[in-house]
Nanobody
Framework: QVQLVESGGGLVQAGGSLRLSCASSGRTFTNYAMGWFRQAQGKEREFVAA????????EYVDSVKGRFTISRDNGKNMVYLQMNSLKPEETAVYYC???WGYGLGSSRDEYDHWGQGTQVTVSS
């Protein structure tokens, strides 16, 4: 089993930045690709970004390209999401997720383990 715990959420003004962190424990961290998803109130959970097991490949939803950066530190069993130029419409609960294997994934169904989420609120 893999346990994931997110942190770093909070309230930020539009145009500001936040860095989310996700701590992993349990099974071997490098067996998993990692992803970030978000869910706004009343909407479905959507893919934001993913990183391969060794960090050499990343994938982003088009709306965050150039503003968000996903990274991981396998020595610390951590994954991060640096978010810059945040917009009010990006207010959501952000979830960290783990996907078994080496391929990236952008579908919720591909991910095996989920954290509890951290709230990000962007004020206008």
């Amino acid at each position: 089993q893999v346990q994931l715990v997110e942190s770093g959420g909070g309230l930020v003004q539009a145009g500001g930045s936040l860095r989310l962190s996700c701590a992993s424990s349990g099974r071997t961290f490098t067996n998993y690709a990692m992803g970030w998803f978000r869910q706004a109130q009343g909407k479905e959970r959507e893919f934001v970004a993913a990183v391969s097991w060794n960090g050499d490949r990343t994938e982003y939803v088009d709306s965050v390209k150039g503003r968000f950066t996903i990274s991981r530190d396998n020595g610390k069993n951590m994954v991060y999401l640096q978010m810059n130029s945040l917009k009010p419409e990006e207010t959501a609960v952000y979830y960290c997720a783990a996907k078994w294997g080496y391929g990236l994934g952008s579908s919720r169904d591909e991910y095996d383990h989920w954290g509890q989420g951290t709230q990000v609120t962007v004020s206008s």
